[in-house]
C-alpha cells in the first residue's frame, strides 16, 4: 500500500477484555515498530520486528502485552485482559531496511478501556 | 533517561514569525530525527541530522546539531497556521540496532 495502515481507527474495550491491534507496514519494509502514546506525551517504544523476529520487546508494559509478525509483513499487538490504563493511541511505524533510519508512521489506534 | 527532551514545551507565534525548538540528549548519538504530529494523527519525518554533520536544511526547516553541547534546534521559517502541530526529536536507543526513542515534544501553534 502507499503508507503504513492501522486497524481498527478507534477501539473501545470493557475492562478485563482481550483486543487485537493491526498493522499493515509499506510494502517491502524490513522493520516495523509498535509505540504506545497516552495523551499529551511522545511516543513510548514497544517493540521491534526485522522481518519476523522480534528482536527487542523491553518496551512491552507487562505480559499482558503481545505482538507478532509471523511471515514478516503484516504484525498484530494484542493486550489481554485489558485495563484502564492500557488506554492510549496505538502506533505503528516501519523502515525500509536499517533501524534508526526514517519510519513511516501509520495514523494509530486509539484504544479506551472503560 | 535515554530520551531527547524538547524546549519549550508550548511555543504560540503569529503567521510569519519563526519557530525554534530545541532538544538536549544524554548519549552518543549516530544520528538525530524531528517529527511532525498532527492532533489526532501520526508522526510524519521532518528531516534526519547525522553525528557528522553540524547543519541541515529542508524547505523552511533548519536543523542543527551540536554533539559536544548534546543538543539539537529545529527552525521553522516563515511560520504558517498549517504548522500548528506537535513537534518531537527522536534519538536512537542506547542498545546498536533498535528504536528510535521519542521525546515528550513541542506543541507549537500559529495563528493568523
Known amino acids: 500500500g502507499a503508507g503504513v495502515s492501522q486497524s481498527p481507527r478507534y477501539k473501545v474495550a470493557k475492562r478485563g477484555q482481550d483486543v487485537a491491534l493491526r498493522c499493515d507496514p509499506i510494502?517491502?519494509?524490513?522493520?516495523l515498530f509498535w509505540y504506545q502514546q497516552a495523551l499529551g506525551q511522545g511516543p513510548e517504544f514497544l517493540t521491534y520486528f526485522q522481518n519476523e523476529a522480534q528482536l527487542d520487546k523491553s518496551g512491552l508494559p507487562s505480559d499482558r502485552f503481545f505482538a507478532e509478525r509471523p511471515e514478516g509483513s503484516v504484525s498484530t499487538l494484542k493486550i489481554q485482559r485489558t485495563q484502564q490504563e492500557d488506554s492510549a493511541v496505538y502506533l505503528c511505524?516501519?523502515?525500509?531496511?536499517?533501524?534508526?533510519?526514517?519510519?513511516?508512521f501509520g495514523s494509530g489506534t486509539q484504544l479506551s478501556v472503560l | 533517561s535515554q530520551q531527547g527532551e524538547e524546549d519549550p514545551q508550548a511555543l504560540s507565534i503569529q503567521e510569519g514569525e519563526n519557530a525554534t525548538m530545541n532538544c538536549s540528549y544524554k548519549t552518543s548519538i549516530n544520528n538525530l530525527q524531528w517529527y511532525r504530529q498532527n492532533s489526532g494523527r501520526g508522526l510524519v519525518h521532518l528531516i534526519l541530522?547525522?553525528?557528522?554533520?553540524r547543519e541541515k536544511h529542508s524547505g523552511r526547516l533548519r536543523v542543527t546539531l551540536d554533539t559536544s553541547k548534546k543538543s539539537s534546534s529545529l527552525l521553522i521559517t516563515a511560520s504558517r497556521a498549517a504548522d500548528t502541530a506537535s513537534y518531537f526529536c527522536?534519538?536512537?536507543?542506547?542498545?546498536?540496532?533498535?528504536?528510535?526513542?521519542f521525546g515528550k515534544g513541542t506543541t507549537l501553534s500559529v495563528s493568523s
Open positions: 511505524a516501519s523502515s525500509l531496511l536499517l533501524q534508526n533510519e526514517k519510519l513511516f
Open positions: 510494502s517491502g519494509h524490513v522493520s
Open positions: 541530522i547525522r553525528s557528522n554533520e
Open positions: 527522536a534519538i536512537p536507543t542506547r542498545m546498536a540496532g533498535t528504536a528510535l526513542i
